[in-house]
C-alpha cells in the first residue's frame, strides 16, 4: 500500500501560483510514477501531468503545457506541482496518484494509477 498526502491548495486570483505537494508513504517512493490529475464540478476527472519513477521524463496536458511544473524529490518522498498563470478554468480539486510502472514510463490515464491521495482544492478567482 502507498499512502499519498496533498497539500498546498486554496484560493489565488486569477495569474496568481500555487505550489501542491503530494507526501508518499507505504512503500519505496521511487518504484513509483507519479502523476496529478484534477476534477471539477460535474466533470470527469482528468489528466494534469505525470513524472516517471527517476524523474527524468515528464508529461502534461496541453491545457497546463507551459504554465505547470511537475516535479520529485525521491530523498523526501514527496512529488510536487508547481502551478504558475493560474486561470478561472483551473479550478478544482487536484489529487496526486502513483503507479508501479516500469522505468522511465510516464502514466497519462487515470486507469494506469492504484494509489490516490484524497485531494486538495484549488479555487482560482477572476
Known amino acids: 500500500q502507498v499512502q499519498l498526502v496533498e497539500s498546498g491548495g486554496g484560493l489565488v486570483q486569477d495569474g496568481g501560483s500555487l505550489r501542491l505537494s503530494c507526501a508518499a508513504s507505504?512503500?519505496?517512493?521511487?518504484?513509483?510514477?507519479m502523476g496529478w490529475f484534477r476534477q471539477a464540478p460535474g466533470k470527469e476527472r482528468e489528466f494534469v501531468a505525470a513524472?516517471?519513477?527517476?524523474?527524468?521524463?515528464?508529461y502534461y496536458a496541453d491545457s497546463v503545457k507551459g504554465r505547470f511544473t511537475i516535479s520529485r524529490d525521491n530523498a523526501k518522498n514527496t512529488v510536487y506541482l508547481q502551478m504558475n498563470s493560474l486561470k478561472p478554468e483551473d479550478t478544482a480539486v487536484y489529487y496526486c496518484?502513483?503507479?508501479?510502472?516500469?522505468?522511465?514510463?510516464?502514466?497519462?490515464?487515470?486507469?494506469?494509477?492504484?494509489?490516490w491521495g484524497q485531494g486538495t482544492q484549488v479555487t482560482v478567482s477572476s
Open positions: 507505504g512503500r519505496t517512493f521511487s518504484n513509483y510514477g
Open positions: 513524472i516517471s519513477r527517476g524523474g527524468l521524463n515528464t
Open positions: 496518484a502513483a503507479t508501479a510502472t516500469a522505468g522511465m514510463v510516464v502514466a497519462t490515464t487515470k486507469n494506469s494509477y492504484s494509489y
